[in-house]
């Protein structure tokens, strides 16, 4: 609000360390106005404040505010690192591939269709709610050399759809991986703030990769982070960070000629950004009511991933992985023949036909996992925790009564 209109910097309308902050990007922007275009990368104070952000998050590992690039959302920091890989490889002309979670967010399939690039998809690992198997992870590649170049992996943690917190034992494979196949490392981070399940914990890449030493440390990197997520969640605002590390130098240089092409990020989505950056510190006016609202939003998020994973459990037809993280539960429904059959007959695909039932007889809507990959012969669906508890407690009662009902009519 201050930034938009700075004379409320002078009212009495907000704390002082809030105005603070405020002044401070202002400062930062070309003519004290957000309405003016910042550089492409975005405003230096609030790279420097993103750098600072990780280097705590990592117990300080170093992180160099030039390698912070700001953008629209991670959605855009990621597809700016995926068209630096576009061009075919080598004398053979293969397609470069890169390596994405089944199932996956659909971003990066999507993307990968527009550049012409190759999906390699590798499964996670579903009886191991949802855990990424070295294995999988060779099967997958060495499918892959035939038909294309693999370039790039892509690890989302926490996971979207799936809802899974990723181990440290198991990062540490996928670097292995990747160091022994040349591959870059796309870690998709924007759920770092959401993790619930006990036992569970975010570890970064970064800090992971670090940690390992060389040669691993010295492996090209980026990882991405968004305003969406976490306790923010305002996804409409436009805001993330995407940190690269070990880039050729020539490299670096045409990522920022690319992005230059598109002027600059919002600066409101830059600002909102900060906010989850460089929030209140302790001792400052805001810091108590801050910090009542960040768990309050996260200790609700927590109750209701449990609750939807053990609704969702208690009803025949289901079984749902425990949500350790993230915004979703992504449970997998065992129809009867009956209903790939009448999906067949409309043709759509089960997991589809389920859905548009569920939809028209209750008004609730879930995304088929079809969607998002699913294995062979499996249906799912991802529902979302985000509806407040009251309303998420009578949609998992809807969705029971519906699922009861459908069962019997196709028994």
């Avoid at 409409?236 to 920022?256: C, F, H, K, S, W």
Wanted: glycine share 8%.
């Amino acid at each position: 609000a201050m930034i938009t209109y700075p004379p409320l910097i002078e009212s009495d309308l907000f704390p002082e360390d809030a105005k603070s902050r405020a002044r401070i990007i202002l400062g930062g922007c070309r003519g004290g106005s957000v309405g003016s275009y910042s550089d492409s990368p975005g405003i230096e104070v609030i790279r420097r404040h993103v750098a600072n952000y990780i280097k705590e998050r990592d117990g300080g590992v170093e992180a160099d505010w030039r390698n912070i690039m700001l953008c629209a959302g991670a959605s855009e920091g990621i597809r700016a690192i995926l068209k630096l890989m576009t061009h075919p490889v080598g004398t053979s002309g293969k397609r470069p591939g890169v390596m994405i979670p089944i199932p996956q967010y659909p971003l990066y399939s999507a993307s990968l269709a527009e550049y012409n690039m190759e999906q390699v998809g590798y499964y996670l690992d579903e009886h191991r709610n949802w855990a990424l198997d070295p294995q999988e992870l060779e099967r997958a590649i060495k499918e892959a050399k035939s038909r294309c170049s693999p370039r790039a992996i892509v690890v989302i943690n926490p996971g979207n759809p799936t809802g899974q917190v990723i181990t440290r034992q198991n990062i540490e494979s996928i670097i292995r991986f990747a160091h022994k196949e040349n591959l870059y490392i796309l870690a998709d981070e924007v759920y770092q703030h959401n993790v619930y399940a006990e036992g569970s914990k975010f570890h970064s890449f970064k800090k992971v990769l670090s940690e390992m030493g060389e040669p691993y440390s010295q492996m090209e990197m980026s990882s991405f982070m968004s305003c969406s997520k976490g306790y923010m969640g305002e996804c409409g605002i436009r805001g993330g960070y995407a940190e690269t590390i070990n880039m050729d130098p020539n490299v670096m240089a045409m990522l920022q000629k690319s992005i230059s092409a598109k002027l600059c990020p919002t600066i409101l989505g830059q600002a909102c950004m900060d906010l989850v950056v460089n929030p209140p510190q302790p001792g400052e006016p805001s810091y108590e009511f801050w910090l009542e609202q960040k768990n309050g939003t996260l200790n609700s998020l927590a109750r209701r991933a449990k609750l939807v994973a053990d609704t969702l459990n208690s009803i025949e037809g289901f079984t749902c992985n425990i949500v350790q993280g993230a915004m979703y539960a992504f449970p997998q429904i065992h129809l009867p023949t009956k209903v790939i059959e009448a999906a067949a007959a409309a043709g759509q695909a089960p997991d589809v036909f389920y859905a548009f039932n569920l939809l028209e007889a209750t008004g609730i809507c879930v995304i088929p996992g079809s969607g998002f990959g699913q294995y062979p012969d499996t249906f799912h669906f991802r529902t979302t925790i985000l509806p407040q508890e009251p309303m998420i407690a009578d949609m998992l009662g809807r969705l029971k009564e519906f699922h009861v009902k459908f069962l019997k009519d196709f028994s």
